[in-house]
């Protein structure tokens, strides 16, 4: 049963998450070309996704007050997965960041903060349908959590090495819009039937 809770939390961040790692590879690559300005960058991604599993955690808590709250939570991830497959909402937000980051010109490795700032803003703004996913996961058993979490952040882990260490493979990649809303829809009938 462990082992259900941390691999679903692991494959929810990396279908959640995979639109999310492409955005912010091209902002990793206009800001630094070392592996000290991408390991900052990456600590700010990973504060705010701290920050986004305890907003989901908070978020399942109030549907799970609901009555029918696989059905609302499969309707908010079925929602997400159309949003992200048009393009609605969502692009946006990455849009506006990437404008800001590049108006950025250079910074130095010694603005470490700078970078785990600007790593921050960047996947808060990307983060934020991420929430939603990530809160179908925590709508049952309480004991589970802890291994969610762990499974969740095994998926950051990834993630933040393939930005780190595979940027430039990975920028060339276009399916990414399908992948995920393949991913999400598949997720959302999960929710519907209870397995996740």
Not at 14 to 31: E, M, W, Y
Not at 100 to 109: A, D, F, P, Q, Y
Not at 156 to 165: H, S
Request: net charge positive; glycine share 6%.
């Amino acid at each position: 049963m462990i082992l259900k809770y941390i691999v679903s939390g692991f494959l929810v961040k990396l279908i959640a998450g995979f639109d999310d790692t492409l955005t912010r590879i091209p902002i990793v690559a206009s800001l630094t070309n070392t592996k000290k300005g991408r390991f900052a960058f990456a600590i700010g991604i990973f504060l705010a996704i701290c920050l986004a599993v305890v907003i989901s955690f908070l978020f399942a808590s109030v549907i799970k007050s609901l009555p029918y709250f696989r059905y609302i939570s499969a309707t908010l991830i079925f929602l997400l997965a159309i949003s992200i497959y048009f393009n609605i909402f969502i692009e946006e937000p990455k849009k506006q960041i990437e404008k800001k980051v590049k108006k950025i010109k250079e910074i130095s490795t010694e603005r470490i903060l700078k970078l785990i700032a600007i790593g921050f803003l960047a996947a808060l703004a990307t983060l934020i349908d991420d929430t939603i996913a990530y809160s179908s996961l925590f709508l049952g058993n309480l004991v589970a959590v802890p291994y969610i979490v762990i499974g969740l952040f095994l998926g950051v882990f990834l993630q933040i090495a393939a930005i780190i260490y595979f940027s430039e493979k990975i920028t060339r990649f276009k399916y990414k819009k399908e992948v995920t809303t393949v991913g999400l829809l598949a997720l959302c009938v999960l929710v519907l039937f209870g397995i996740i």
